[in-house]
Nanobody
Framework: QVQLVESGGGSVQAGGSLRLSCVAHGYTYCMGWFRQAPGKEREGVAR????????SYADSVKGRFTISQDNAKNTVYLQMNNLEPEDTAIYYC????????????????????????WGRGTQVTVSS
């Protein structure tokens, strides 16, 4: 079992920035971020492979969000710039121990909740 501890989040105005952090206690092959807005399904936002730092993003955040890692701290970050009201959601850190479980994180319906480890979530609110 892997424990994920998130920090960051908060409330900003449109155009502002926030950074989320997630510390992993245990082995992970890949880490990333999902979000869930009220009344909507959870969706993958960004993914990073720990071995080579390869990153992928949902189309809705490309060019605005950046995922990165600090291996020494077992920490992954999500830098969110130029935030929009549509980015308002609870953001969840996720991790998986093997590539078959995270390969489809960014594909709607391509992943299963029980295949991944999850943080408790942190609220991000963007006002217009």
């Amino acid at each position: 079992q892997v424990q994920l501890v998130e920090s960051g989040g908060g409330s900003v105005q449109a155009g502002g920035s926030l950074r989320l952090s997630c510390v992993a206690h245990g082995y992970t092959y890949c880490m990333g971020w999902f979000r869930q807005a009220p009344g909507k399904e959870r969706e993958g936002v960004a993914r990073l492979y720990n071995l080579d730092s390869t990153t992928s993003y949902a189309d809705s955040v490309k060019g605005r969000f950046t995922i990165s890692q600090d291996n020494a701290k077992n920490t992954v970050y999500l830098q969110m710039n130029n935030l929009e009201p549509e980015d308002t959601a609870i953001y969840y850190c996720a991790a998986a121990p093997q590539p078959s479980r995270c390969g489809n994180w960014l594909v709607p319906g391509g992943w299963h909740h029980y295949d991944n480890y999850w943080g408790r979530g942190t609220q991000v609110t963007v006002s217009s």
